[in-house]
């Protein structure tokens, strides 16, 4: 909404989350007015409850002598926003030294927050992340970081650290709640909280509706000038992505383009930017698509057998009898190697299937692959309308520890999305 007097229709506002910022910003007499008002509410409702729920923690970890971090959208919705409603989140961005995280997790635990996922350990779900942990307490999210820059799956940290270290340096405190936090400098809020979180993340340089309104209320409320903006990206380095993001979001010129980018665009911006962010991409491709040789070929083998199965049993129950379910006493997976059974067992079906549907196949494959390890996985196979088999497997704990909430998704990303039971009741399931 880039001006109070265009208000767009009613179920774009809803998609975008955008509801509570029309009621507050459209005029009283606007007739579809009264149908955001319940939202706007709520807003209000659900950050008062975030705070409360956070207040506690920031104070425990201020007590301890950790220095914390706000920024993004609760930041923007807390101090910069004139009001909070208008600013929609679904998690509070928290950073706090990477020397003090595992304190920070231990005395957040203490205080009652459950660990939903966690960058440290024997079986954390991505030790490269730039979050060390996600907290999670009465539906009040917490998105812990070690770096204000989105860091990927390569050890090649550098860039993040040196990005990280300028903004604490520019940073300065507040008073909240009682204690004292840090908060960015409104040049970095700008340039690393929304600029780069569209650039370098995996949105993939999709602009988030309140992208533009975001800059907007920096620059009016924070005395953000695009001159200030645009010298402070020259001094941290990274002018190009700044200018790529501001020819499609520029709220100091008033353009805004909302339109996706092709794909073409997205892998040309990526290149040019690269040496901004530091390296990614190869990383990331070894470690999720660059399967090692020698998993490679033990991934063959079991698809082979698996399509093998599949082409002589029709009926699901008589292919289930031959799905091999133990643990075959192989030695338990490390991070590294989990994640190379995903994807081997993704490129090798690709060649043992050239075409057609895979799931099936691939569902056993990777099914037999995992519980040969121990790991916690059933296999579910089901009909659709027209009589055709489908297969797909599942952590038995699903979201309850670090390591299943990532496998989750990456099963879902393997095996296609994960039908809902309603409309494909599994008609067999290995238990062990």
């Not at 767009?8 to 009621?23: I, N, Q, R």
């Not at 002598?65 to 989140?89: M, Q």
């Not at 799956?153 to 604490?168: E, K």
């Not at 089901?382 to 670090?402: F, K, N, S, V």
């Amino acid at each position: 909404m880039v001006d109070a007097s265009q208000v767009p229709d009613t179920s774009d506002l809803a998609e975008h989350g955008l509801e509570a910022l029309a009621y507050a910003r459209a005029p009283s007499n606007h007739p579809e007015r009264h149908r955001w008002r319940d939202t706007y509410v709520r807003r209000i409702a659900t950050h008062l409850a975030v705070r409360a729920a956070l207040a506690p923690l920031i104070r425990a970890w201020r007590e301890h002598g950790i220095d914390v971090t706000l920024f993004k959208g609760f930041y923007l919705a807390e101090f910069v926003y004139a009001n909070p409603a208008e600013r929609f989140y679904k998690d509070v961005d928290v950073l706090v030294p990477e020397s003090d995280a595992a304190r920070a997790i231990s005395l957040a635990s203490d205080c009652g927050w459950t660990v939903r996922a966690s960058r440290t350990g024997a079986r954390s779900s991505n030790p490269h992340s730039h979050m060390e942990a996600i907290l999670e307490r009465a539906n009040v999210w917490i998105d812990l970081h070690r770096f204000v820059v989105h860091q990927d799956a390569t050890p090649d940290d550098r860039q993040a650290r040196r990005y990280t270290a300028a903004a604490l340096a520019a940073s300065r405190e507040v008073r909240w709640e009682g204690v004292t936090v840090r908060v960015l400098d409104p040049r970095d809020s700008a340039l690393l909280g929304v600029i780069t979180s569209r650039a370098w993340s995996h949105d993939g340089w999709h602009l988030k509706a309140p992208d533009y309104r975001d800059l907007e209320v920096l620059a009016e409320r924070a005395g953000l000038s695009r001159d200030a903006l645009l010298a402070r990206a020259s001094e941290l380095g990274c002018s190009l992505t700044l200018r790529l993001l501001l020819d499609r979001c520029d709220p100091w010129r008033r353009r805004l383009d909302m339109a996706p980018p092709t794909r073409f665009q997205v892998r040309r911006w990526s290149l040019a930017v690269s040496r901004e962010r530091g390296p990614r991409v190869p990383w990331r491709r070894l470690q999720l698509h660059g399967a090692s040789i020698g998993a490679l070929m033990r991934a063959l083998r079991g698809l082979v057998r698996a399509r093998h199965l599949v082409s002589r049993h029709e009926d699901a129950a008589a292919l289930l009898e031959h799905v091999r379910w133990e643990y075959a006493g192989a030695v338990e997976l490390t991070t590294a190697s989990r994640r190379h059974v995903f994807a081997s067992v993704r490129l090798g079906a690709a060649l043992v299937q050239p075409t057609g549907d895979r799931c099936l196949v691939r569902s056993i494959a990777l099914f037999e692959r995992l519980r040969a390890h121990g790991e916690p996985v059933s296999l579910r196979v089901g009909a659709d309308a027209a009589g055709r088999l489908h297969g797909w497997i599942q952590y038995e704990t699903a979201g309850d520890t670090p390591v299943e909430t990532w496998l989750h998704c990456q099963v879902s990303e393997l095996c296609g999305s994960l039908p809902p039971e309603s409309a494909m009741p599994p008609i067999a399931t290995p238990t062990s």
